[in-house]
């Protein structure tokens, strides 16, 4: 079993809709999630950095954590096709800056 | 804040050849860098964690030999792909962690380099 799981879809939606991404993971020592967006060819750019469970928004973007579950997420509200990329979730230990990745989720906005 | 730039973006090389990868961080002093490889629809495959003034960290099954990793400023690491084979083209990827910004347990990636070695 993978550290991290995410579907990496394809996923396609048509413009306005909401995006829903999510993960999973097993070790319960996780204590910092990430969600990076990359197109193609580009490093992975930052979008939500979230300590503990919890929601946090950002713009249209809406991340949440649920530790019990060891579940989180990624809302996009709104999409445009420019949030047509691939997302990436990602999480560390509090005493350790590697970062486990999920395989990424690539979503298409369709115009 | 917290940009990362890689050079080159693209390099084409002769089978043999070395090739050197720079990593700087812009406007943040980096303690702590990584450089990651990806290939085509995958996810990142970190090779080796490169801490300032001191030796990298390499992850298993990546040759250091091969893959040289160097660290001698707060604001730049090198990767330097020695010998290279056509099975090292890959996307190489560079990432920074600053630690005195507010999101400390995360790394900010640099643009990546694509490198193909004929």
């Known amino acids: 079993q993978k550290e991290v799981e995410q579907d990496p879809g394809p996923l396609s939606v048509p413009e306005g809709a909401i995006v829903s991404l999510n993960c999973t993971y097993s070790n319960s020592a996780f204590q910092y999630f990430m969600w990076y967006r990359q197109y193609s060819r580009k490093g992975p750019e930052l979008l939500m950095y979230?300590?503990?469970?919890g929601n946090k928004e950002d713009g249209r973007f809406t991340a949440q954590v649920d530790k019990s579950s060891k579940y989180i997420s990624l809302f996009i509200r709104d999409s445009q096709p420019s949030d047509s990329a691939t997302y990436l979730c990602a999480m560390s230990r509090s005493n350790d800056y590697k970062l486990s990745f999920g395989a990424g989720t690539t979503v298409t906005v369709r115009a | 804040g917290a940009v990362v730039s890689q050079h080159p973006s693209r390099v084409i090389c002769k089978s043999g050849t070395s090739v050197k990868i720079e990593c700087r961080s812009l406007d943040f002093q980096a303690t702590t860098m990584f450089w990651y490889r990806q290939f085509p629809k995958k996810s990142l495959m970190l090779m080796a964690t490169?801490?300032?003034?001191?030796?990298?960290?390499?992850e298993q099954g990546v040759e250091k030999d091969k893959f040289l990793i160097n660290h001698a400023s707060l604001t730049l690491s090198t990767l330097t792909v020695t010998s290279a084979h056509p099975e090292d083209s890959s996307f190489y990827i560079c990432?920074?962690?600053?630690?005195?910004?507010?999101?400390?347990?995360?790394?900010?990636f640099g643009p990546g380099t694509r490198l193909t070695v004929l």
């Open positions: 490169s801490n300032e003034g001191s030796k990298a960290t390499y």
């Open positions: 990432s920074a962690r600053d630690p005195l910004g507010p999101a400390t347990n995360t790394q900010y």
């Open positions: 979230t300590y503990s469970s």
